[in-house]
């Protein structure tokens, strides 16, 4: 089965910005970012599809993911950070590719453990 596991988070400040990684021990497929803040359901951020990037509003014009394929690596990038962006980070993956993915994060197969990303001012 494949691993994959996050790493980046931690405390940030507001306005600032992170990068978070996802490593995975093999080819793991299509690869995806959710993130699951308190009291709320896990909600995309983004993800590759047919060959392009796909944002979820949100994070349009502050976000970037971007991969290594020769390392396994898949990047994501939050500039502006905000107070709500506070939650647990999750990076996803699946052989196939996920139609809407970042509404069905029930469709992936292989999970990390997730990285804390505190924001505050």
């Known amino acids: 089965q494949v691993r994959l596991t996050e790493s980046g988070g931690g405390s940030m400040q507001a306005g600032g910005s992170l990068k978070l990684t996802c490593s995975a021990d093999e080819f793991a497929g299509y690869w995806a970012w959710f993130r699951q803040a308190p009291g709320k359901e896990r909600e995309g951020i983004a993800l590759y599809e047919r060959g392009t990037k796909r944002y979820a509003p949100s994070y349009e014009g502050r976000a970037t993911i971007a991969k290594d394929r020769t390392r396994n690596i898949y990047y994501l990038q939050i500039d502006n950070l905000k107070l709500e962006d506070t939650a647990i980070y999750y990076c996803?993956?699946?052989?196939?590719?996920?139609?809407?993915?970042?509404?069905?994060?029930?469709?992936?197969?292989?999970w990390g453990q997730g990285t804390q990303v505190y924001v505050s001012t």
């Open positions: 996803a993956a699946n052989p196939f590719p996920v139609p809407d993915g970042l509404s069905r994060p029930g469709e992936y197969r292989f």
